[in-house]
């Protein structure tokens, strides 16, 4: 009943995709997945062989710059980053302004947006040396501004970057040290984190990536763009995900560890409820970086001095789903967070700091794709169409005769 003409345009015919499910908004060189086999590659290397053999830095380096750098490259690329761990001096004050309880989410995308202002020097996305600088500050200033966020959420002083420590130690560190106490980093944890950050580092073209992208085709800085994304991943049915497997987890615990009736409850959809951590718009197929953090979770908590009950509940509400043809016939399979959660609560991570870890990993990804973006020739200001379903034309009534 609507007037469509004006959706066959100069440039074609206008479809309608809500949630982009079949639709490419750009090409990219950066990161393949098949979802049907459970395929995920950077750069042409595959997620499994990056996870074991590589790290989070070189993996950086690798979807940023294209290829995994020579010894040379890669020391001068870390130098490069230890150099600029610091953040200036007044954003301490600006943070003093957050209220205690603010999410370290909100700190962190405000934290990022504010570089825009005290890094003026770097923000033309077409002066490469400016593209350069913002690459740099931002991977060396996001984990410090994120401990930042968390001693803040504690009530605790921030921590200066140890800038003798390699990237993930530092800013464990950061996080978990005191000003007045030494504190010596597991580098067992901190090896795990480091594979997390690795199993994270890109995903094509998901909500946030795609925000960046977004944001960044109207030629704003990358420090405006990567906060937007920051935004983007606060959701739950994004980067919120870790953070809310471990309370559904928790409130099925809580409520007596009934697995069967919680899944009777996610396949009546009784109040909406589904299963967290479970599901993905691409894999249709267990998710290959799910198999690896499944494995990473039972080591790090088997480490842990007391046992977390939790991953044993993880565990079988796992395999009930898997066996229960409503998920089967959906091609629901666990995904990346349905496991981390467990993983980052045995480091010691408060739940709220979740998403925040997912940040951290997911930042070379959307610095690589602003990069690509930015760089393509075919680019366009993004600005989808619509199909308008309101009124049809009719007069201005006065608001006596409404
Ligand atoms: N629990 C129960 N049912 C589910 C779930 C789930 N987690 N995920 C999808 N379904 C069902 C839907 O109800 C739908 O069923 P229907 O066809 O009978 O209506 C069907 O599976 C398809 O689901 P959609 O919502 O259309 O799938 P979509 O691709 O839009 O959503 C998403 C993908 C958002 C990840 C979804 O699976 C979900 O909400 N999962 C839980 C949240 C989560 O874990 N997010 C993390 C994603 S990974 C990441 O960001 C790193």
């Given at each position: 009943?609507?007037?469509?003409?004006?959706?066959?345009?100069?440039?074609?015919?206008?479809?309608?995709?809500?949630?982009?499910?079949?639709?490419?908004?750009?090409?990219?060189?950066?990161?393949?997945?098949?979802?049907?086999?459970?395929?995920?590659?950077?750069?042409?290397?595959?997620?499994?062989?990056?996870?074991?053999?590589?790290?989070?830095?070189?993996?950086?380096?690798?979807?940023?710059?294209?290829?995994?750098?020579?010894?040379?490259?890669?020391?001068?690329?870390?130098?490069?980053?230890?150099?600029?761990?610091?953040?200036?001096?007044?954003?301490?004050?600006?943070?003093?302004?957050?209220?205690?309880?603010?999410?370290?989410?909100?700190?962190?995308?405000?934290?990022?947006?504010?570089?825009?202002?005290?890094?003026?020097?770097?923000?033309?996305?077409?002066?490469?040396?400016?593209?350069?600088?913002?690459?740099?500050?931002?991977?060396?200033?996001?984990?410090?501004?994120?401990?930042?966020?968390?001693?803040?959420?504690?009530?605790?002083?921030?921590?200066?970057?140890?800038?003798?420590?390699?990237?993930?130690?530092?800013?464990?560190?950061?996080?978990?040290?005191?000003?007045?106490?030494?504190?010596?980093?597991?580098?067992?944890?901190?090896?795990?984190?480091?594979?997390?950050?690795?199993?994270?580092?890109?995903?094509?073209?998901?909500?946030?990536?795609?925000?960046?992208?977004?944001?960044?085709?109207?030629?704003?800085?990358?420090?405006?763009?990567?906060?937007?994304?920051?935004?983007?991943?606060?959701?739950?049915?994004?980067?919120?995900?870790?953070?809310?497997?471990?309370?559904?987890?928790?409130?099925?615990?809580?409520?007596?560890?009934?697995?069967?009736?919680?899944?009777?409850?996610?396949?009546?959809?009784?109040?909406?409820?589904?299963?967290?951590?479970f599901g993905h718009?691409?894999y249709?197929h267990y998710d290959?970086?799910a198999?690896?953090?499944?494995?990473?979770?039972?080591?790090?908590?088997?480490?842990?001095?007391?046992?977390?009950?939790?991953?044993?509940?993880?565990?079988?509400?796992?395999?009930?789903?898997l066996?229960?043809?409503?998920f089967?016939?959906?091609k629901l399979y666990p995904n990346?967070?349905?496991?981390?959660?467990?993983?980052?609560?045995?480091?010691?991570?408060?739940?709220?700091?979740?998403?925040?870890?997912?940040?951290?990993?997911?930042?070379?990804?959307?610095?690589?794709?602003?990069?690509?973006?930015?760089?393509?020739?075919?680019?366009?200001?993004?600005?989808?169409?619509?199909?308008?379903?309101?009124?049809?034309?009719?007069?201005?009534?006065?608001?006596?005769?409404?």
């Amino acid at each position: 009943g609507y007037d469509i003409s004006g959706l066959l345009n100069k440039t074609g015919h206008v479809t309608l995709d809500t949630g982009f499910v079949n639709t490419a908004a750009c090409e990219s060189a950066i990161t393949y997945i098949d979802g049907d086999s459970g395929i995920l590659r950077y750069r042409g290397y595959p997620i499994e062989q990056l996870a074991r053999q590589s790290t989070f830095i070189e993996v950086s380096y690798l979807l940023i710059y294209g290829e995994l750098p020579t010894q040379a490259e890669l020391d001068a690329f870390t130098d490069r980053l230890r150099i600029h761990t610091l953040v200036h001096e007044e954003m301490r004050r600006f943070f003093d302004g957050f209220p205690r309880d603010a999410h370290p989410m909100a700190v962190l995308s405000s934290g990022v947006s504010a570089l825009s202002t005290f890094y003026q020097d770097s923000l033309d996305p077409f002066d490469e040396e400016h593209v350069q600088a913002s690459t740099i500050r931002l991977l060396a200033k996001v984990p410090t501004i994120a401990a930042y966020a968390y001693k803040k959420s504690i009530g605790m002083p921030p921590m200066y970057p140890d800038n003798s420590l390699e990237y993930v130690e530092n800013f464990l560190r950061m996080t978990f040290g005191m000003p007045t106490t030494p504190y010596d980093v597991d580098p067992y944890i901190a090896k795990a984190l480091d594979q997390l950050f690795v199993l994270h580092a890109d995903h094509e073209q998901n909500c946030s990536t795609s925000t960046v992208r977004m944001v960044g085709s109207s030629h704003a800085n990358l420090f405006a763009s990567v906060s937007a994304g920051v935004n983007a991943l606060f959701g739950p049915l994004h980067g919120g995900a870790n953070s809310a497997v471990l309370q559904m987890l928790s409130r099925i615990a809580a409520d007596g560890g009934d697995i069967t009736s919680f899944v009777n409850r996610v396949k009546n959809r009784d109040d909406n409820v589904r299963l967290m951590g479970f599901g993905h718009r691409v894999y249709k197929h267990y998710d290959p970086r799910a198999a690896i953090v499944k494995e990473t979770a039972r080591q790090v908590i088997d480490r842990m001095p007391q046992p977390d009950h939790l991953l044993e509940l993880a565990m079988q509400l796992e395999e009930i789903a898997l066996a229960d043809e409503y998920f089967v016939s959906r091609k629901l399979y666990p995904n990346v967070d349905f496991y981390t959660g467990l993983i980052y609560k045995a480091m010691g991570f408060p739940t709220p700091m979740f998403t925040v870890l997912f940040a951290l990993g997911r930042l070379p990804g959307w610095i690589a794709q602003w990069r690509e973006m930015i760089a393509d020739p075919a680019t366009k200001i993004g600005r989808p169409r619509q199909v308008y379903i309101g009124e049809q034309e009719r007069d201005y009534r006065p608001i006596d005769q409404r």
